[in-house]
């Protein structure tokens, strides 16, 4: 045995060999360590060991990339916040007043429950439908949005390219930034819809309707709840002008941003689908527009000049459900403007239930769609529950647009699908005809 003597000091007690020292008495009935598993004895570990783990993925900064990393609709919009000036991105992301209207609608749909069925077979998911008369291979259109290349340049011709790719219904705005002719020539084969907000000017409304006709839309969808221009606060307090003012303020704001900048000053100046070039405030552009002396007997006007299908976007009680559809409406968008026009206005997924059980009960098979509030896959999911046979996206196919253009239209679709498709398997279901009220349950608040 072997004895270590301390340096220095020729007096020192010799120290113990380890073998002298008692080991310490191992807890109640844990195991020896002769009886461990070897995949619970420490070891160092080996190099072949750790090669595996090291693999150091080269850093990608292309928009693809950003784009692909981006598994929400909310992770795209944080993207479009960074690369969008100010006072664009808030004309998309506002609404009216203070924007209760908004937030009640994106509440709407966080305050359900799920009730799932199990032990079904959902190997293969099918979302496609049936929407006024042709199909679609997602329940979900893209909706009209007004000055669409001020929030990113390539504007409609991204969102109606990514609809032709994606076999959905895109809805070009009056207010829009494009021509009908030329979305039409955008996206040959794609479903085109054009939006009409009915001027003063019944010859320039006819004008428009003839273009839309002869540019192969097969669908009018005329909005009515846009008497007066509702109190966009954002837009006032960023001196939201059309086109964007270059002053002292939106410069500074542009040296964060130049690629939009850039993108913005080397395209085509802003047109719009239906306006001579316009300059000045989006409310007073809108007051210019629209006419408050609207009443049923323009829909009936309208239900006789228009030869396709016929559809009223801006629907918030039932009454007014029913009464469209009595004056000829093929279809019904429950709306209320993405909450940019009156706030505390009905929320369309709350009103959803009951407008389908007052067609169902007319026995009316006009079309159900909605709007305002839906940012993901799942809340497209609880609204065909709940009723509708549509949905139509605004913000979020903005969101995307603004993070990266066409792909970020791509992008968000892509999103909604794949959030659809797993919602639609862990539901249970394979199809959307199976889905029911019963899927779905209101929580109280």
Known sequence: ??????????????????????????????????????????????????????????PEFSRAARLQRASTIWELRDIAKRRTPKAPFDYTDGAAE???????????????????????????????????????????????????????????????????????????????????EDVAQAAPNGRNWFQLYLWTDRDRSLELIERAAKAGNDTLMVTVDTAVAGARLRDVRNGMTIPPALTLKTVLDASYRPAWWFNFLTHEPLTFASLSRYTGTVADLINSMFDPTLTFGDLDWLRET??????????????????????????????????????????????????????????????????????SGADIVAALALGADFTLIGRAYLYGLMAGGRAGVDRTLQILEKDMARTMALLGVSRISELTPDHVRLLPR
């Open 98 to 180: 203070e924007e209760i209207t908004l937030r009640r609608a994106r509440q709407a749909f966080l305050d359900i429950e799920f009730r799932p069925g199990i032990l079904r077979n959902v190997s293969s998911i099918d979302l496609s439908t049936d929407i006024l008369g042709k199909p679609s291979r997602l329940p979900v259109g893209i909706a009209p949005t007004g000055f669409t290349r001020m929030m990113q340049s390539e504007g409609e011709y991204a969102g109606s390219q990514a609809a032709e790719a994606a076999g959905i219904p895109y809805t070009l705005s009056t207010m829009g930034t494009a021509s009908i």
């Open 306 to 375: 228009w030869r396709g299908k016929l559809v009223v976007k801006g629907i918030q009680t039932v009454e007014d459900a029913r009464k469209v559809v009595d004056h000829g409406a093929d279809g019904v968008v429950l709306s209320n403007h993405g909450g940019r026009q009156l706030d505390r206005a009905p929320i369309p997924f709350h009103l959803l239930p009951e407008v389908r059980q007052a067609l169902t009960a007319d026995n009316s098979d006009a079309a159900i769609m909605l709007d305002t509030g839906i940012m």
């Open 1 to 58: 045995m072997t004895h270590t003597i301390q340096p220095n000091n020729p007096e020192a007690t010799p120290a113990p060999d380890a073998t002298d020292i008692p080991a310490a008495p191992a807890p109640a009935g844990a195991p020896s360590s002769s009886a461990l598993p070897a995949a619970l004895k420490r070891r160092v570990p080996k190099y072949s060991d750790l090669a595996p783990l090291m693999q150091f993925k080269k």
